[in-house]
T-cell receptor, first 114, second 115 residues
Framework: AQSVTQLDSQVPVFEEAPVELRCNYS??????LFWYVQYPNQGLQLLLK??????LVKGINGFEAEFNKSQTSFHLRKPSVHISDTAEYFC????????????FGTGTRLTIIP | EAGVVQSPRYKIIEKKQPVAFWCNPI?????LYWYRQNLGQGPELLIR????????DSQLPKDRFSAERLKGVDSTLKIQPAELGDSAVYLC?????????????FGQGTRLTVV
């Protein structure tokens, strides 16, 4: 079974500082990886996804993530955060080609400190 | 292009009462998902449809939950009777199944409170 682990439930960061949100997955087959953001009282919005190709993926709002197969990780990074980045971030995985089941981690709450 | 539309946004009911949630996916999206998100948790899949067929309902508590997707477009998720533990946000998502794996678009969710 596929699973996703987000190691940090809460991450406080000062405004304009860099941030990294960690995500690890478990799977013995090929995976597709996603990061979603959820603002208060909103649905989930896709930040970025890794399907194949370059392991460094760039997304919206200045975020990027790197797929590391040997470490089974897909950490999300941003070099300089803004107040508006305060939200819940979810890592998710689909295991295997043609499988549409999206499995989510428990989320990381990012709080930006002015 | 309109996104995934869910209604109602909020619902408060007493335990043992029935409740229904409605979802209108993005036009042309043949895959529809219902997720439940408990407080402080990630979304968990309840059921997935390919057109009008439920292809994955292994996580749906079938004793009290039911879902339908008539004509392969709109979908309704029902709980009868509701229990206190059903309080959560119910998210609907849709995607267009084609070559490779595609992005799922989410609605704003329905926040259910059972009292």
């Amino acid at each position: 079974a596929q699973s996703v682990t987000q190691l940090d439930s809460q991450v406080p960061v000062f405004e304009e500082a860099p941030v990294e949100l960690r995500c690890n997955y478990s799977s013995s087959v090929s995976v597709y990886l996603f990061w979603y953001v959820q603002y208060p009282n909103q649905g989930l919005q896709l930040l970025l996804k890794y399907l194949s190709g370059s392991t460094l993926v760039k997304g919206i709002n200045g975020f990027e993530a790197e797929f590391n197969k040997s470490q089974t990780s897909f950490h999300l990074r941003k070099p300089s955060v803004h107040i508006s980045d305060t939200a819940e971030y979810f890592c998710a995985v689909i295991q295997g080609f043609g499988n549409e089941k999206l499995t989510f981690g428990t989320g990381t709450r990012l709080t930006i400190i002015p | 292009e309109a996104g995934v539309v869910q209604s109602p946004r909020y619902k408060i009911i007493e335990k043992k009462q029935p409740v229904a949630f409605w979802c209108n996916p993005i036009s042309g999206h043949n895959t529809l998902y219902w997720y439940r998100q408990n407080l402080g948790q990630g979304p968990e899949l309840l059921i997935r449809y390919e057109n009008e067929e439920a292809v994955d309902d292994s996580q749906l508590p079938k004793d009290r939950f039911s879902a339908e997707r008539l004509k392969g477009v709109d979908s309704t998720l029902k709980i009868q009777p509701a229990e206190l533990g059903d309080s959560a946000v119910y998210l609907c998502a849709s995607s267009r199944r084609g070559e490779g794996t595609t992005e799922a678009f989410f609605g704003q969710g329905t926040r259910l409170t059972v009292v």
